[in-house]
């Protein structure tokens, strides 16, 4: 294949164009400027509202940098970390829709009493009546 100078000119164009396409959409930062925990923004993606990293400065929303959890009574900590959930050994009719695979569970409280659906809304209701009384 014999190329002339429009086609010649042409190939160079396109190859620009892809070059240029391929390194604009190369993100220079990690994450892709996903917010996390740790690194929320200078403002809320939702309201626009700015961010105050200041304890004493009133005038914007506060938020915290890390926030410790404070456990409640009667509340036991779990200590998180990886498991593997599924299996193919109880797996009779080869169904194959309980494939293994390895999960990060983080740190968590959990109450040392057992508390029902019934219990909570029991709950609910009392602290319903205790905030209308007021």
């Known amino acids: 294949m014999r190329l002339n100078n429009k086609s010649w000119g042409m190939w160079t164009t396109a190859f620009l164009l892809v070059s240029a396409t391929v390194l604009s959409s190369c993100n220079k930062t990690p994450g892709y400027g996903r917010r996390t925990a740790d690194k929320?923004?200078?403002?809320?993606?939702?309201?626009?509202?700015?961010?105050?990293?200041?304890?004493?400065?009133?005038?914007?929303?506060?938020?915290?940098?890390?926030?410790?959890?404070?456990?409640?009574?009667?509340?036991?900590?779990?200590?998180?970390?990886?498991?593997?959930?599924?299996?193919?050994?109880?797996?009779?009719?080869?169904f194959r829709d309980n494939l293994e695979r390895t999960v990060s569970i983080a740190n968590f409280y959990m109450d040392e009493t057992e508390i029902t659906n019934n219990d909570y809304r029991e709950f609910l209701f009392d602290m319903k009546k205790k905030v209308s009384a007021d």
């Open 40 to 94: 929320p923004g200078k403002k809320s993606a939702t309201t626009g509202a700015a961010f105050s990293f200041e304890e004493n400065d009133s005038t914007n929303f506060f938020v915290s940098k890390r926030a410790e959890q404070i456990p409640g009574p009667n509340l036991k900590f779990i200590q998180g970390g990886r498991t593997v959930l599924g299996s193919q050994e109880e797996d009779v009719m080869a």
